[in-house]
């Protein structure tokens, strides 16, 4: 059996994962703020093992009864692969640093950087005496390597989580059983995200031009094409323990 834990599974990159995940021999564990009911219908006229859980990745106590519970429902003498993908992220705040709120600041570094350093140490944890394919993959972006004007703190937490990734992937190989962890860039997709850059003023985020022309000239990957390069890439045997992957170098 192959397992797979997603967070942000409702909707964007999650979703398509999720969706492209119901095959035969896996069973998906979909965590999110909220129920794709689609998903959720999808995968019992597939006959695919889904085990939804809904929690906001940010708050780190629920997160880990959740982690614990999702945990209980794996059976370690028929794991042939487990796998967590660490995708729930959000972009918000967008705007010059002093002129931010602090709780926006906090929501963004729990869920893009706190949450995924948590739900990892707990995964290894876990599996850490199994001797089976155990990877992990944390969702990055391009903004970690790239400055912009009004995501100071969404950058930060990238660049940070790619950091860890490479930190921890140094670390697995001195480890009898490693687990093998990756970030994965998925470039610019058409996602709600987007949207959201779409709809801020020059003041908050000077660059906005940009970002407007790739959804007016179709430059926006659909998050379904994007889920299949990551799947692709998850099933090919020369991973390299700690890398960062960036799309542009998979197609």
Known sequence: MNYYIVTGASKGLGQSIVNLLFKKGNTVFAV????????????????????????????????????????????????????????????????????MESNEIKMNVETNLLAPMVWTNLFLENTQALNTSKRVVNVSSGAANNPYSGWSVYCSTKAGLDMFTKTVGLEQGKEQYPATVISFSPGIMDTTMQTTIRSKSKEQFETIDIFKSYKEEGMLRTTDYVGSVLLNLLDSSEIENGKVYDIKQLI
């Open 32 to 99: 999110s703020r909220s129920i794709n009911h689609e998903l959720v219908k999808k995968a019992k006229d597939l006959e695919v093992t889904l085990h939804w859980h809904t929690v906001n990745v940010g708050h780190i106590d629920e997160t880990e009864s959740v982690f614990n519970t999702i945990f209980e429902r794996v059976n370690i003498d028929e794991i042939d692969s487990i796998t967590l993908i660490n995708n729930a992220g959000v972009i918000e705040p967008i705007n010059t640093v002093g002129s």
